[in-house]
């Protein structure tokens, strides 16, 4: 069998995946640097802040939600944003790392590293991941709490091989999961129904109301109220409702954010209201929630990753 810089030609197959680095990492204002050759795909994830990054000179928008597939062998550089900088979360996947090969826990980011072009890692062809895929993450979603889990995994745990790889098989069978969802075909939607949806997106944090809604799209508050309810099965205030507290959870999922200053972010600025509705709506109050669920018992603090990875001696 022959390899070369780390490409397998052989059958592409998901047994032999296994996460061999992970951390997080808040970039600060105008800290930028660049690794010239990563041998992993990468797992990047945008919780809070914005930003951008280049992949192989193609440049790509950071925001939250974002979960960034990225290729094997690839050279990035980082671009923070000036006025808020990107809290991340990163996970490392060698697609193929040769059972009963020297188990190293670690990735090169430059040629010449420790385990650079190695015969024993590779890349494999994963059905609708090649390239940069851009997909969206919730923070209560399976996949993201598996990724938070591997972070954690690999930050305080010994690194066994055989929990390596089994993370990693999870990992890509869940990335297939959602890459699949992603990119099925949705049942047609009127346009008046599509533009309010916008329009919520955009603006849920506002509180949008249905009289405003009507006035969008020059219909009556009748109208509006059968297109959601036909269409999505909910009523319009319930969908902003869902809009908002789902950011909520996000946000006290993946910031320290304080609980009064969350529900401003979404919308429901008065503190006794958005709890009411959170617990209602989620089974739980706001602190109670994020005390069961949430990564942080403190504030979050910045990556163990090193811009050069450690020497591992042979």
């Known amino acids: 069998m022959s390899r070369s810089r780390g490409k397998r030609e052989t059958a592409p197959t998901l047994e032999a995946p296994a996460v061999c680095r992970a951390g997080f990492f808040q970039f600060a204002a105008r800290q930028a640097f660049a690794n010239g050759c990563v041998q992993s795909r990468g797992l990047f994830w945008c919780k809070s802040g914005r930003g951008e990054f280049e992949v192989d000179g193609v440049a790509h928008?950071?925001?939250p939600h974002d979960l960034y597939v990225l290729p094997w062998g690839r050279r990035i550089a980082y671009r923070p944003s000036a006025e808020a900088p990107m809290f991340t979360t990163h996970?490392?996947?060698?697609?193929w790392y040769r059972p009963?090969?020297?188990w190293v826990a670690n990735v090169p980011h430059e040629r010449g590293e420790a385990e650079s072009d190695s015969p024993d890692r590779g890349d494999v062809a994963w059905p609708g991941l090649a390239g940069?895929?851009?997909?969206?993450?919730?923070?209560?979603?399976?996949?993201a709490r598996l990724i938070d889990y591997a972070v954690?995994?690999?930050l305080y745990s010994p690194r066994d091989e055989?929990?390596?790889r089994a993370l990693g098989l999870l990992l890509v069978r869940e990335l297939q999961r959602k890459a699949a969802r992603a990119v099925a075909p949705a049942a047609p939607r009127p346009e008046e129904l599509e533009r309010l949806l916008v329009h919520v997106e955009r603006g849920f944090h506002l509180g949008p109301r249905i009289e405003e809604m009507a006035a969008l799209v020059g219909r009556s508050r009748s109208h509006v109220l059968r297109l959601f309810r036909r269409h999505l099965g909910v009523s319009a205030k319930r969908h902003v409702i869902d809009r908002q507290l789902r950011e909520a959870r996000e946000l006290l999922l993946s910031t320290t954010l304080p609980i009064a200053e969350v529900g401003k972010a979404v919308g429901l600025p008065d503190p006794y209201y958005f709890s009411k509705l959170f617990r209602r709506h989620v089974g739980l109050a706001p602190r109670e929630f994020r005390a069961e669920h949430g990564p942080f018992s403190t504030p979050p603090k910045p990556s163990r990753h090193r811009r050069s990875p450690p020497r591992v001696e042979a």
């Open 61 to 63: 928008a950071l925001e």
């Open 91 to 95: 996970v490392h996947l060698v697609p």
């Open 100 to 102: 009963g090969a020297r």
């Open 132 to 143: 940069v895929v851009r997909l969206r993450m919730e923070a209560d979603r399976p996949l």
């Open 152 to 154: 954690r995994w690999y």
């Open 162 to 164: 055989s929990e390596a």
